[in-house]
């Protein structure tokens, strides 16, 4: 199961921390990535990183200003947001799989709201 936790409200420009905790899988051997859906709106991908760490992807949207990491010996990933502006303001998921270039995720956080006041 993955539980993602963090979200809230924020002022245009301000900052905000994601996390999302895994149990009952083997953390470190999960691609972990982070996906927002706003409202009307398709799902999107944010960002992704391999199982150590070593790799990260990010959408255009969100380069230079959102960082991924983990932490394996907490299972844990994070997502710090910066410099946020309405347009993020979404329900943001995690998701984990074994490969990283599968298209398929094997489990899915429930989404923690992000909301960004201008």
């Known amino acids: 199961q993955l539980q993602a936790s963090g979200g809230g409200l924020v002022q245009a420009g301000g900052s905000l921390r994601l996390s999302c905790t895994a149990s009952g899988l083997t953390f470190g051997s999960y691609v972990m990535s982070w996906f927002r859906q706003a409202p009307g709106k398709e799902r999107e991908f944010v960002t992704t990183?391999?199982?150590?760490?070593?790799?990260?992807n990010y959408a255009d949207s969100v380069k230079g200003r959102f960082t991924i990491s983990r932490d394996n010996a907490k299972n844990t990933v994070y997502l710090q947001m910066n410099s946020l502006n309405s347009e993020d303001t979404a329900v943001y998921f995690c998701?984990?799989?074994?490969?990283?270039?599968?298209?398929?995720?094997?489990?899915w956080g429930q989404g923690t709201q992000v909301t960004v006041s201008s």
């Open positions: 990183i391999g199982w150590n760490g070593a790799y990260e």
């Open positions: 998701a984990a799989k074994r490969n990283l270039g599968s298209r398929t995720y094997d489990y």
